[in-house]
């Protein structure tokens, strides 16, 4: 298990559109920017779907989530629809599954741009060794940002954009 405090994207198993993470703050009340990778079964460079866990947190601990890359810009988060989240301890005891969860929802265009298309991947390079990539051929992307409580100790709790 990782340290407390730690994401665990469970060993490529079970968060497979986790690309990056990247930890902000301690361990207490964090904050975490995440990169999906891009969806191999949709003709276009898209980064729209997430699904992975959190664990080994202490109870009352407030994680801050932002995913930093999502190429959709009309997304329903973006009128205060929450991410779906299951918590292993809860469906335990309580036997709830999947609801909606997090708090502080925000959805807005970040400063990170993306390829618009697959075709677009392999770009041309310059003589001076950066890529000739067309303006037209970028788009920006957004960040989901929300806050979710753990309500119980080292809790699993996954996080989805469905369920799976």
Do not use: C
């Not at 067309?134 to 954009?161: E, I």
């Amino acid at each position: 298990m990782p340290d407390e405090g730690d994401l665990d994207e469970d060993d490529k198993r079970k968060n497979k559109s986790l690309v990056k993470r990247q930890k902000k703050g301690n361990a207490i009340d964090s904050e975490y920017n995440l990169y999906l990778q891009d969806d191999t079964q949709a003709d276009s460079a898209t980064y729209q779907w997430y699904y992975f866990a959190v664990m080994n947190i202490k109870a009352g601990t407030r994680v801050r989530l932002n995913i930093v890359n999502l190429s959709k810009s009309n997304h329903l988060y973006a009128k205060g629809m929450q991410p779906f989240v299951y918590s292993l301890n809860r469906f335990r005891n309580k036997g709830i599954g999947w609801t909606r969860g997090g708090e502080n929802i925000r959805f807005y265009a970040n400063e990170n741009v993306s390829r618009y298309n697959k075709v677009t991947m392999d770009a041309e390079w310059l003589d001076d060794g950066t890529p000739n990539i067309q303006p037209d051929s970028l788009r920006k992307l957004h960040t989901l940002h929300f806050d979710y409580r753990f309500k119980s100790n080292f809790d699993v709790v996954f996080f989805a954009h469905f369920i799976p």
